[in-house]
């Protein structure tokens, strides 16, 4: 026990502190920003086991924040990869890697087998999924989301306290709020907000302190300002996600990231026919692809605009780095609209091919 | 009565501005809301809870704080 000794010094913690972290089992949805300091601290601690599930790869751009990666793991499944970095952090404990999406097929089971469950994941639909599993299985949640340089934090489902629904009863519509892939984040903002996760895991597995439960904790890294706002409990959303708890497995994910295959290069099109370029970006999103034909529909006010769209053209839609034109696919697909491709690159690289076309041209 | 308004995540780049002050005279936060959807038409189309006295309060709620805050949900992880 000399790995855990800080810890068991502690009056706080001692050996039953110790003996009941190695006896927890926390599962962390998602090793991304949040993800990754949370697993850290858990398996240092000594939490005895821990679950990941996250379906995604390590990417270059993934590494500014999420420091349990290396250039190593570039382009192995998180999961797995985080598994083993904790593995080499702490032999001791046991680690399952569940490289694959949560679905509301797959949560209720996989929950049960924990006790605390942890958000980590960067969209709404996955946390109202989260939230809506804990309440039936009846599994406290520790919440943690962020935005460019600010941050927050709650328990919620602890001890008959409020849920995530209860804060935010309202799911946000598709594309409504961006992800950190899409405006950006500090690097260290998840690294703050993640390790207050992990504090919130560790108090309620040791039962010390005060859990942030009926609060929501809201932080903001420029400032270094926080403040907790009260949030009560709602029975009517809560009873409502209890009454349907039969139906919960028949739900389907409309999320973008079914549309996985929908990743296609703007080469394949550059050089065909019949095809209509759309720029799924705000208008004052820069730079612009010039050279070719581009009709601009933002993202924002998407739905409002589907008659710009030429139902006997193929649609190569594309954006800043591939995730809104993977949301405006799955709107189009919703409204029976289909051909629809969404373009892997961002403006920058597509101008470099229609340049490089354009040359390709003049020499003939 | 002059109230100051706190904007929060993305509201920020609606309003530009983490926070001002409007000048207020009616009694719950709905009409208080009504008076920020004139000035930032694109606010109606946000998610976003409204907190005063440091607690989620609802449209029906009379405004009894002269600080209200405007908390949208973050996705981001």
């Known amino acids: 026990m000399d790995r855990y000794n800080r810890h068991i010094i502690l009056s706080e913690i001692g ?18 920003g949040l993800g990754c300091p949370v697993l ?67 949560a209720i089971e996989l929950f049960n087998q924990y006790d605390i469950i942890v958000d980590g994941t960067d969209n709404f639909e996955t946390r109202y999924l989260i939230n809506d599993a804990c309440i039936i299985t009846n599994k406290p949640l520790v919440f943690g989301a962020i935005f460019k340089f600010q941050g927050q934090v709650a328990v919620f489902n602890y001890n008959n306290g409020p849920t995530y629904r209860c804060a935010f009863p309202n799911m ?26 992990a504090n ?21 890294a420029l400032t270094n300002k926080s403040f907790t706002i009260k949030v009560n ?40 026919e019949n095809v209509q ?9 820069q730079p612009k692809v010039e050279g070719i034909p581009v009709t601009s529909i933002p993202l924002s006010s998407f739905l409002e605009h589907l008659d710009l769209i030429d139902s006997d053209k193929k649609k190569a839609i594309f954006c800043q780095s591939g995730i809104r034109s993977k949301m405006a696919v799955f709107i189009l697909n919703k ?4 051909n629809c491709y969404s373009i892997n690159e961002g403006p920058n690289e597509i101008n470099g091919y229609i340049k490089e076309l354009q040359k390709q041209e003049s020499n003939e | 009565m002059q109230i100051k308004i706190k904007y929060f995540g993305m509201l920020t780049e609606i309003t530009n501005c983490q926070e001002g002050t409007i000048d207020f005279s009616g009694i719950y936060i709905s009409e208080l809301l009504e008076i920020l959807y004139v000035k930032y038409p694109s606010l109606k189309n946000k998610e976003f809870q409204v907190a005063q006295n440091q607690q989620l309060v609802s449209g029906k709620t009379k405004l009894n704080s002269n600080e209200i805050v405007l908390l949208p949900p973050f996705s981001g992880g």
């Open chain 1, 277 to 285: 370029f759309i720029d799924v970006r705000e208008v004052h999103e």
């Open chain 1, 172 to 197: 946000p519509k598709q594309g409504e709020v961006p992800n950190c892939s899409e405006v950006g984040v500090l690097g260290v903002l998840p690294g703050i907000i993640g390790t207050m996760q």
């Open chain 1, 233 to 272: 409990r709602l029975d009517k959303e809560i009873k409502s996600i209890l009454k349907n708890r039969n139906d919960f497995n028949k739900q389907n994910m409309d999320s973008v990231c079914e549309f996985e295959n929908f990743a296609n290069s703007i080469k394949e099109f550059l050089n065909q």
């Open chain 1, 200 to 220: 919130e895991v560790l108090k309620i597995i040791l039962g010390i302190g005060e859990v942030l439960s009926g609060e929501l904790l809201c932080y903001d």
């Open chain 1, 335 to 338: 409204h029976n609209i289909h």
């Open chain 1, 40 to 106: 850290q601290y858990l398996a240092a601690a000594g939490v005895g086991t821990i679950g990941i599930i996250d379906f995604d790869v390590v990417e270059t751009s993934n590494l500014q924040r999420q420091v349990l990666f290396g250039s190593s793991s570039l382009g192995q499944n998180k999961a797995d990869a985080a598994k083993n970095r904790l593995l080499d952090l702490n032999e001791s404990i046991t680690v399952n890697s569940y490289p694959e999406k949560l679905t509301f097929q797959n």
């Open chain 1, 15 to 32: 050996e039953t502190g110790q003996n009941k972290l190695s006896k927890a089992k926390v599962l962390v949805v998602g090793a991304g």
